[in-house]
């Protein structure tokens, strides 16, 4: 069975930095693209980064460019994004996923594997 399983969220001040680890178990993320995802209270669920499967692109939402940095390890099977200067913004339910489609989009729809979510909150 394809499970992704998110960890690393919590309470953080703004200003501060997090990582949040993404473990997948019934397949092996190098053959997918993968991303994460977020979503805020009474907001839709919206692309943060992902990187594409076919050449290893990585693609960041104008939020979190030069922020947030998205990487993978592959003996690990295990994705990860490093948020550093963390605004209030950032709040929400952090998401990773994988899809095999080699190029990515920032349609969450389109992503076909998802992990349960982690909660960032950033707060003083």
């Known amino acids: 069975q394809m499970q992704l399983v998110e960890s690393g969220g919590g309470l953080v001040q703004p200003g501060g930095s997090l990582t949040l680890s993404c473990v997948a178990a019934g397949f092996l993320l190098k053959y997918y693209t993968i991303g994460w995802f977020r979503q805020s209270p009474g907001k839709e669920r919206e692309g943060v980064s992902f990187i594409a499967m076919n050449d290893g692109t990585t693609y960041y939402a104008d939020a979190v460019k030069g922020r947030f940095t998205i990487s993978s390890d592959n003996a690990e099977n295990t994705i990860y994004l490093h948020m550093t200067n963390i605004k209030p913004e950032d709040t929400g339910v952090y998401y990773c996923?994988?899809?095999?489609?080699?190029?990515?989009?920032?349609?969450?729809?389109?992503?076909?594997?998802w992990g349960q979510g982690t909660q960032v909150t950033v707060a003083t």
């Open positions: 996923a994988a899809d095999p489609s080699p190029l990515g989009t920032w349609d969450p729809r389109a992503w076909g594997y």
